[in-house]
Structures are given as structure tokens and as C-alpha cells.
């Protein structure tokens, strides 16, 4: 959950990453927020995703700038 919560950080900044956790509905989470669908034990990888497309965050960034794809773990 640490890399997840880095990258999110990194990308959205503090405050915004934490407000997207928590406040953001995704169509891709059958209707849950991130934290929701997190609490839910949806995989890690698939709720990041999920809000990279939301957000548009573009493809080469979706890891964040030190983590690839195949570095974040739950």
C-alpha cells in the first residue's frame, strides 16, 4: 500500500491525492471511490488505473516517476 500511496502523492500532491482517495467515484470501481474499492480488496494495480483514466493521467506517468509497473505491490 506504501508505493500506492506515493505515487498518488507524487502525481496529485498530498491533499488533492487524499481527496481523490476518498471523495472520487469510478465507474471502473463498479461506483466506489478508490478507498472503497481499496477496503473491498479490489487489486492495488487495477484502483490506481482506474484513476490515472479518470484523472487522464498520461500513460508514462500512471507509475509515477520512480516506480514501473512492475514495482508496485500491495
Not at 7 to 35: I, W
Not at 52 to 72: F, K, N, T
Request: proline share 4%; charged share 25%; glycine share 10%.
Amino acid at each position: 500500500m506504501t508505493e500506492f500511496q506515493v505515487a498518488l502523492h507524487r502525481e496529485f500532491g498530498e491533499m488533492v491525492g487524499d481527496s481523490l482517495l476518498n471523495d472520487t467515484v469510478l465507474s471502473d470501481l463498479d461506483g466506489k471511490t478508490p478507498q472503497e474499492a481499496l477496503d473491498a480488496g479490489y487489486d492495488i494495480r487495477e484502483v490506481w488505473l482506474a484513476l490515472c483514466r479518470h484523472q487522464q493521467v498520461p500513460a508514462e506517468r500512471q507509475w509515477g516517476p520512480d516506480i514501473g509497473a512492475g514495482d508496485m505491490v500491495d
